[in-house]
């Protein structure tokens, strides 16, 4: 009975954890400055998806991002405003696509060490940011093939301008990571799976 408690408790708050994560990301939606040729904003939203695999790790940020995209379909909670269906035909769906691989990079790189080994995860956390961040360019830069009339080397050099930017939002956001985790280190520890017991005989 306590067993199946805990797993009931586990799971209410993961559904809490990922709805948070949502609601933070949709709060981040009109925080954008457009530059550049092809008209790709820096945004502070981007950052707050490689955040959401950073602090929950790989399925609970996959699903936090997945969330939001869902919510996106009908309220206008993209980056700047808008709707999935109405950015989805445009040069900025690259980057809409890269979101969910994007935060389940990152989170997977950030909770692959041990749960309580500081060192593990500030490591796993800088690595799962840049991985989690060279998914969303190299998508995005897809999705400037085929959506903006561009060859891929020109449209991956056009994210030339938001890498210093990035790089900061990125040292952020692995800072407020590994502080989440020092601060609450059960929020790592309930995703590792707890060694068997050895089977023991019966008397």
Do not use: C
Not at 111 to 127: M, N, V
Not at 163 to 174: N, R, T
Not at 184 to 203: S, Y
């Amino acid at each position: 009975m306590p067993a199946m408690r805990t797993t009931r408790s586990n799971w209410l708050l993961d559904i809490v954890y990922i709805a948070v994560f949502a609601a933070l990301i949709i709060a981040f939606a009109f925080v954008a400055i457009p530059v550049g040729s092809a008209g790709v904003p820096i945004v502070a939203q981007n950052a707050v998806i490689i955040l959401a695999g950073l602090v929950l790790g790989p399925r609970r940020g996959l699903l936090a991002v997945l969330l939001f995209l869902l919510i996106s379909v009908a309220l206008p909670v993209l980056a700047g405003g808008g709707t999935l269906i109405a950015k989805g035909g445009g040069p900025t769906i690259g980057y809409l696509v890269s979101y969910p691989f994007s935060a389940l990079f990152a989170g997977a790189l950030a909770y692959a060490g041990p749960a309580r080994s500081r060192a593990a995860r500030l490591t796993g956390s800088i690595a799962g940011g840049v991985v989690g961040l060279l998914t969303q360019y190299l998508l995005g830069s897809l999705g400037l093939v085929a959506r903006g009339d561009l060859e891929f080397l020109p449209a991956l050099a056009s994210n030339a301008p938001f890498i210093v930017p990035d790089a900061l939002k990125i040292v952020v956001a692995v800072v407020i990571a590994v502080g989440v985790h020092a601060a609450f280190p059960k929020l790592v520890a309930a995703t590792k799976k707890p060694k068997a017991e050895p089977a023991t005989a019966a008397a």
